[in-house]
């Protein structure tokens, strides 16, 4: 469901953002438009991710109705850049978590392995 209602509570609107950001291939797309210089065509979309482009089209279609990206048509090209610069802000900040998780994650291996070693 999208909360778009001006009204909504702001943890609905956001957990909707968080779904509409919850794939693997549509964080992929958001990485390559943040990287862009500029409006990213959507040929070199199909052609850096290498999936069909009903599928992509699909992927795009979600982020346009999210708000989080904006697309533009001139003559046979559509490109599409992201709605807001924050995205990549956004972005960062998943990757400072992840980093910080994987971090924590390898610490627990290296002590369990560790641990290990001293039976």
């Known amino acids: 469901m999208t909360y778009s209602s001006p009204d909504a509570p702001l943890y609905e609107i956001k957990a909707d953002l968080f779904k509409a950001l919850a794939h693997p291939v549509r964080v992929h797309i958001l990485e390559l438009l943040v990287d862009a210089d500029g409006p990213c065509p959507v040929s070199d979309l199909l052609d850096t991710l290498g999936i069909e482009a009903s599928l992509l089209s699909q992927h795009l279609g979600v982020l346009r109705r999210h708000h989080v990206v904006v697309s533009r048509?001139?003559?046979?090209?559509?490109?599409?850049?992201?709605?807001?610069?924050?995205?990549?802000?956004?972005?960062?900040?998943a990757r400072s978590f992840v980093v910080d998780r994987l971090a924590t994650q390898q610490d627990q291996l290296a002590s369990a392995v560790a641990a290990e070693g001293g039976r």
């Open 73 to 93: 048509r001139v003559g046979n090209t559509v490109t599409y850049e992201v709605a807001q610069p924050r995205v990549a802000d956004l972005l960062g900040v």
